[in-house]
């Protein structure tokens, strides 16, 4: 399938997802969203990749969902269909994803790249849930995420005045994992996702779903199924690989089984 509203690349392993409607300032429609959770999807499927990167422009990562698209739309038309929802496909990929985010990540754009499994910001980097001066609220996960990533307070100004977070904020209290100068955003978040790729697929899978476990039950919970992973993980080629090379005091080949 071509796609309109994205640019997709493959570099070695990863896949290389660029949101491209620049004069929207990326701006997230119904469009976009299609095309974006497509080509998630179909990476996830494909042995081929081991991680996917998702940037914006170097004005934006992405200005949030699109206003204008929505502007007229009733409560029974958002409820009916259930709008939003589609990116539970999005949520349900194994698949590392990073988010590469120079310019604004605002409202859909800054949830966007809080479902990624870590953002990687450009020193350009503008995080914010606006929604709010629009007399909405966030629909796209901001209010819960945004609380994980950043703790209470900072989550409930950030929603509640829908004032912006530069990069050096976001780093500090946690929301972007680190600051990168906005020329080399790309190529380090891509660099990043190939030593991600150049594991072994089920190890990186497996520990992506144990790390978000931590988010969604109890610690006792997530330490007992953290262990039965580890256990599962002796049935994999990777496994005995990855330790045979590290006695033999060579590179591991990992194959992904
Ligand atoms: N939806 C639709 N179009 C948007 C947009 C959005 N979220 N953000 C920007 N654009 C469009 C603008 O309308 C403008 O288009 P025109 O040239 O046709 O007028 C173009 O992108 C460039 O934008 P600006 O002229 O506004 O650029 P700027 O540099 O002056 O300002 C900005 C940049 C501060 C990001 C400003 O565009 C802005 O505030 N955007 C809206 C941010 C926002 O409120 N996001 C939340 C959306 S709601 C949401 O996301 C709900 C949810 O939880 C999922």
Redesign the pocket.
């Known amino acids: 399938m071509s796609y309109e509203t994205i640019l997709t690349e493959t570099r070695g392993r990863v896949l290389l997802l660029t949101l491209n409607r620049p ?3 990326n ?2 429609n119904a469009q976009l969203t299609a095309e974006v959770i497509e080509a998630v999807t179909k990476a996830d499927a494909d042995p081929e990749i081991g991680c996917i990167v998702i940037t914006g422009s170097e004005r ?1 990562f992405a ?6 698209e ?1 502007q007229h739309l009733t409560y029974a038309e958002v409820y009916g269909k259930d709008r ?1 929802a589609d990116w539970e496909r999005f949520n349900a990929v194994r698949t590392p994803i990073i988010a590469a985010v120079a310019g ?1 990540a ?4 800054c ?1 966007l790249a809080m479902m990624c499994d870590f953002i990687l910001a450009a020193d350009t980097a503008q995080f914010g849930q ?2 709010i ?2 007399g ?1 609220m ?3 996960g ?1 209010s819960q995420r945004l609380a994980r990533y950043v703790g209470k307070a900072k989550a409930m100004e950030m929603c509640l005045t829908g004032r912006m977070m530069d990069a050096t904020e976001a780093e500090r209290c946690g929301l972007a994992s680190r600051i990168v100068p906005a020329a080399d955003l790309v190529e380090e978040a891509v660099k990043t996702a190939t030593i991600i790729a150049g594991m072994s697929k089920p190890a990186a899978m497996m520990t992506k779903e144990a790390v978000n476990r931590a988010y969604e039950t109890t610690l006792a919970e997530g330490l007992r199924h953290e262990r039965r992973v580890f256990h599962a993980m002796f049935a994999t080629d990777d496994q005995k690989e990855g330790m045979a090379a590290f006695v033999e005091k060579r590179p591991a080949t990992f194959s992904h089984k």
Request: neutral net charge; without cysteine; glycine residues 20%.
């Open positions: 004069k929207a300032l701006a997230i934006a200005a949030g969902a699109d206003i204008k929505m939003f604004y605002l409202g859909g754009g949830e606006p929604e001066k629009l909405v966030p629909g796209m901001g």
